[in-house]
C-alpha cells in the first residue's frame, strides 16, 4: 500500500536552512504527485508546494505563494523521497510540516487546502527561533 514517511524537521535559527524529506514506499501509479503542506498552531493548513510525477521520469514542481523563492522541491528517483529545501528561514515558518500525495497527475496540488490529496504523512515539526 502507498504511503509516505516525512522527516528532517528540527530547530533552526532565523536565516537558516533545512532539508525536509518525504519517502514514498508501493509506488504503483503511472502518475502521481506529492505535496507540502504545513499548519502553524492556530492556523489552518497552508500548502508549501507540489511536484507531479510518472514512472517515466517526468517532473513538474509548483510552488504557493507561501515560501515561494525560500523553497525548492525535488525528487530522488533512487530512494523514492521528494525533499523539500527550506531557506533564509524566518519565524513564522515554524510549523508542522506534512507531506501528502495521490495517485494521479494534479496541478497545482499543493494549492487547494489539501483537497484532493488522497495519503498523508506525519508531521515533521519545525521550529525557527530568533
Known amino acids: 500500500r502507498f504511503s509516505l514517511q516525512a522527516s528532517g524537521g528540527g530547530v533552526v535559527q532565523v536565516g537558516g536552512s533545512l532539508r525536509l524529506s518525504c519517502a514514498a514506499s508501493?509506488?504503483?501509479?503511472?502518475?502521481?504527485?506529492i505535496a507540502w503542506f504545513r499548519q502553524a498552531p492556530g492556523k489552518e493548513r497552508e500548502g508549501v508546494s507540489c511536484?507531479?510525477?510518472?514512472?517515466?521520469?517526468?517532473?513538474?514542481?509548483y510552488y504557493t505563494d507561501a515560501m515561494k523563492g525560500r523553497v525548492t522541491i525535488s525528487v530522488d528517483d533512487a530512494v523514492n523521497t521528494v525533499n523539500l529545501q527550506l531557506n533564509n528561514l524566518k519565524p513564522e515558518d515554524t510549523a508542522v510540516y506534512y507531506c501528502?500525495?495521490?495517485?494521479?497527475?494534479?496541478?497545482?496540488?499543493?494549492?487547494?487546502?489539501?483537497?484532493?490529496?488522497?495519503?498523508w504523512g506525519n508531521g515533521t515539526l519545525v521550529t525557527v527561533s530568533s
Open positions: 501528502a500525495g495521490v495517485g494521479r497527475k494534479y496541478f497545482h496540488c499543493a494549492g487547494y487546502g489539501g483537497h484532493g490529496m488522497d495519503y
Open positions: 508501493d509506488i504503483t501509479f503511472d502518475y502521481w504527485s
Open positions: 511536484i507531479n510525477l510518472s514512472k517515466w521520469g517526468d517532473e513538474t514542481t
